[in-house]
């Protein structure tokens, strides 16, 4: 699984041909290691309009004989982040490829900015580097059927830090997690079906320090996950779409001090089931397993960086959501791994399902723990996307809450460009999946689109959390569990576009810089 390395270079004099382009990722026409780059830019402004505007590429006196200004545009505001940085460079990928760029060497140059406003921008570098390989990157099934070669030509990209600060080997790392991410999330829905998921993570862990183990075992899936089993009924029939459980461990060396949890929704492709999806909004469900990708993806990163101290446990559900004979349906009270009795309120609100067995499973795990953190992570709403925007929605327990957890992560999404939005466990939320019977102890969802719902992405948290007993673990019980809810709708594809935008390894930069 090749992809561009970033390299350091701390001494641009002795630099000859191993780059074939500079690259002048910045907010001035100014350089920090040539200083006729301003002038030559200058004089270029005077018969192109777009200077500083708009990407350029100028014959000049630098590394490759090339420059390539990429203007990142106003950050001294407000609302400014780094994300200027990180998409100034996506932006530009196609730029370098079309322009015949192999390897690019990049300045991060930020000017006129004052101590609080540079504190924002710290991680420039690698947000740059990141935004670069996020352009670059092209679907697993491109590469498999093209030269990857030529459709990826790009081998290494040159970072330019007289400091010698950036952890390149860190940097790549994130990248390789992101990549795996992006792969799994992205590519096609028979491809990547709960079997060629699981393969995948297989694949991409044989040898490392993460330990990995496939069920696939139909009796045993739907005694131990009963939830997760009636999601995929409709699809057992087809060998190919069987469900399959991926269950990833990583132990440190030494004393663990600290635990993480994560259960990843894999829905490989969600028709919606008996509340079949129409008007068209069925195409791009083939996404819905970001969040079990994004967990791979940390997991990967987790495998390269090998921390000390701190051991995870993962539990990724790779399902098919189809329509059949066989497909459970609403009204349905189906009885979740934890002993709770779910009625289903709809079928096209699955995720939930099946988090909600992977989360009672990792409780257990958790009780046993040192410092347990739990997580759930999935493209789970359309209504965290309408409330957020490109934001990965949090929302936490009250466990949760006291450690700061979604602080945390706030802060560091902020510095890696792969931001979060905390929201609140309400009352209301518990209330909205409250029974209406003595049959049935929990809700699973109502019958109208998360977008049209008031709290449309809060009151599912409330349902993971009784349907898995977390109930059983809030602040004032005996052994308290921080739990929180990750939903990647609307930070997990490019654009918001489902069919056709670029999954984006989110969340895996923010849980990286977070905690490793």
Sequence with gaps: MPFPNAVLETNIA????????????????????????????????????????????????????????????????????????????????????DSGVRKPLLEINLAGLNESQAAQFTNAVEAAYLGLCQGLW????????????????????????????????????IEAGKRVARDLCGTEPERMAPPGFADYCVAAFKGSNVKVTVVSDDAHIKHEYPLLHAVARASIEVKRHRP????????????????????????????????????????????????AAGVAGFMKTLSLLAPKGIKVIAELGAVRNSIGAEAFIPDEII????????????????????LADLLSHLREDAITAINPQLFSVATLTGHAAMAFGPYTALVENKPARDM???????????????????????????????PRTKADDVLSSNNAPSVTTIRGHQFPMAFLTIASGLDKHEASAKQPLPFTHVDIAGSGIEGLDWQHGKPTGAPVNVFVNTYL
Excluded: W
């Design 335 to 354: 009885t979740s791994h934890a002993g709770v009795r779910v009625r289903v309120g709809n079928t096209d609100a699955e995720g939930r399902m099946l």
């Design 244 to 291: 399959r459980i991926i269950r990833m461990v990583y132990e440190p060396s030494g004393e663990i001090t600290k635990t993480l949890l994560f259960a990843g929704k894999g829905i490989t492709f969600d028709t919606g089931g008996a509340d079949l999806k129409v008007n068209g909004h069925m195409a791009g469900m083939s996404r819905d397993k970001g969040g």
């Design 404 to 434: 700061g957890i979604a602080k945390q992560l706030f802060v560091q999404g902020e510095l890696c460009a792969d931001q979060v939005e905390p929201s609140l466990s309400r009352r209301e939320d518990f209330d909205f999946v409250k």
């Design 14 to 97: 002795q630099l000859t041909d191993e780059y074939d382009a500079y690259v002048l990722v910045s907010n001035t026409l100014s350089s920090q290691h040539y200083p006729n780059i301003q002038q030559n830019l200058e004089q270029h402004q005077s018969l192109d309009k777009r200077v500083g505007g708009h990407a350029v590429l100028v014959a000049a006196d630098v590394v490759g004989g090339r420059l390539l200004q990429v203007p990142v545009g106003q950050l001294d505001r407000d609302y400014d982040d780094v994300r200027r940085i990180f998409d100034a460079a996506r932006n530009v990928a196609q730029t370098l490829l």
């Design 138 to 173: 092209q679907p697993l099934e491109a590469r498999q059927a093209l030269d990857e070669h030529e459709i990826e030509p790009i081998e290494f990209i040159g970072l330019i830090d007289g400091s010698s600060s950036i952890d390149v080997s860190r940097l790549n790392a």
